[in-house]
């Protein structure tokens, strides 16, 4: 089986390694000079809109997914003419507009913060008036990882975040003051078969997730399930999706869905049976789903702008390191850790001795 994947950075890596035992082969189609999970497969190096490349991708592949959730949607379209695309274009198109995101929630009586779109400085003062303060403003689309948003805390903050985010559509949304922030993976098949990880819970800093955690009977996972559910059926989905969630007075209010593979569960490569990987693998060839359950307690580090000495990592028991092969820069994801332990007791002094080291690495 032939896997065309649009989009070639470490979610991409990740993906190639969780196929390379099952001897899937990879085509990677990729813009940046720079696309770390080239090594583990063929790597077209083309913009997204080069259509002579998609075409290519198209010849060689059986089934092309993304691990990039702004391919253009003229790309996906031209994609899904020629090859079964999945996830869909719907959902692709869907997850790239935080309004369209929104609406499908609103339509699915899924609850989301108070929220109005925002196109004028005019819009912006309504919106204000109408969401409160504090608020959040978003741009629509393009913005990851904490980026093109600004915090509203007091009148005095609109002008400069029109100032730095106005010449594109917004949308305002309220500030939670959420008790924990929690994703639901969900991952579907061709047939329609259905599974759930644990609820992660996340934490993030400067908007980037720092430690995802799955959660062992959380009150919430069922909620979690069923808005998960309701979102992949209606969008008639295959393979594995991210839901975001904030926990506002111990309930979930929906904040955004990724339409792949998702950071909030890097961990499930050694902490679940299967792992999203190979599980989205299962579920855009057509295999049957594997088992979604945990194996002992884990928690995922990231390595944010910098990575900690090897060698001190691997004298920490139950240590596992995932390295990216990118180049270090301030912000930029560069690799993550999962510490497993048989208990929560055993998890705690190694991720205490892991931080230590991660935390020295980023000063
Ligand atoms: P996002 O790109 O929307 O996932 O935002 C990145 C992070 O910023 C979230 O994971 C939260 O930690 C924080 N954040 C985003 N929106 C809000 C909000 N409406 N209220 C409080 N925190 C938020």
Redesign the pocket.
């Given at each position: 089986m032939k896997i065309g994947i649009l989009g070639a950075g470490q979610l991409g890596r990740m993906l190639g390694l969780a196929g390379y035992p099952l001897d899937f082969d990879f085509v990677f189609l990729d813009p940046a000079p720079e696309a770390c999970a080239a090594p583990l497969g063929d790597h077209l190096h083309a913009p997204y809109d080069d259509e002579a490349a998609l075409a290519e991708l198209c010849r060689r592949c059986d089934v092309v997914t993304y691990e990039f959730e702004n391919v253009p949607a003229a790309a996906a379209r031209f994609v899904s003419q020629r090859k079964p695309l999945l996830p869909g274009e719907a959902a692709l198109v869907t997850g790239q507009d935080?309004l369209s995101e929104k609406k499908l929630f609103d339509q699915l009586g899924i609850p989301v913060?108070r929220y109005l779109p925002v196109n004028t400085r005019e819009a912006l003062e309504l919106a204000v008036k109408t969401v409160g303060l504090?608020?959040?403003l978003?741009t629509r689309r393009l913005?990851?990882?904490?980026?093109?948003?600004a915090?509203l805390r007091t009148p005095d903050d609109v002008a400069p975040a029109w100032d730095r985010l106005g010449r594109q559509p917004l949308i305002l949304?309220?500030?939670?003051?959420?008790e924990r922030?929690v994703s639901c993976l969900a991952v579907r098949s061709r047939g329609g078969e259905l599974a759930f990880y644990p609820l992660v819970e996340?934490v993030?800093r400067e908007?980037?997730?720092r430690t995802a955690t799955p959660q062992r009977g959380d009150p919430l996972q069922r909620e979690g399930e069923d808005y998960a559910r309701r979102v992949v059926e209606s969008l008639d989905y295959v393979g594995v999706l991210a839901f975001?969630f904030?926990v506002s007075g111990g309930r979930l209010l929906a904040?955004?869905i990724a339409p792949r593979v998702h950071n909030s569960g890097h961990w499930s490569i050694e902490g679940a049976v299967c792992s999203q990987f190979e599980n989205h693998l299962r579920a855009i060839t057509g295999l049957p789903l594997g088992s979604t359950a945990l194996r002992g307690h884990s928690t995922m580090v990231n390595f944010i702008g910098g990575v900690p000495a090897l060698a001190a990592m691997a004298q920490i028991p139950g240590v596992h390191v995932h390295l990216y092969g990118k180049t270090p820069k301030p912000s930029r994801k560069l690799g993550h850790a999962t510490v497993c332990a048989d208990g929560a007791a055993e998890l705690r002094a190694a991720l205490d001795r892991l931080n230590a080291l991660v935390a020295a690495s980023e000063a």
């Open positions: 935080r913060p504090p608020a959040v978003k913005g990851y990882d904490g980026k093109g948003q915090v949304e309220a500030f939670v003051p959420f922030e996340n993030h908007g980037i997730i975001e904030f904040n955004e």
